[in-house]
């Protein structure tokens, strides 16, 4: 099953998000199961927005990949205290 993931990091700046972002490397070795990813600051907040083919796929990424350039960036082990909102997909088109 297809989800959305709608995610509100706390306290992310975009000098952050851009170190996550560079260590991750989503664009050079895209993760399994990531369909899009995009990005953007809407009032001092991060908003982030992925598709994934599955929520398993979106959890091993998070382990395997993201947990750890996280960590690395901030020197926070702990995750933040919501996790994103996941929905199932009803109706995705790509252009």
């Known amino acids: 099953m297809a989800i959305i993931r709608l995610i509100q990091p706390p306290g992310m700046t975009r000098e952050a998000y851009e170190a996550v972002d560079a260590k ?6 895209p993760p399994e199961g990531l369909v899009m990813h995009c990005a953007a600051e809407a009032n001092g907040t991060w908003q982030i927005v992925e598709v994934w083919e ?22 926070s082990s702990s995750p933040p205290s919501s996790g994103p909102a996941v929905y199932e997909i009803q109706h995705l088109v790509l252009l």
């Open 54 to 75: 599955s929520e398993q796929d979106a959890l091993s990424f998070d382990s395997d990949r993201l947990g750890p350039a996280i960590a690395e960036v901030t020197g």
């Open 24 to 29: 991750v490397g989503v664009e050079a070795d």
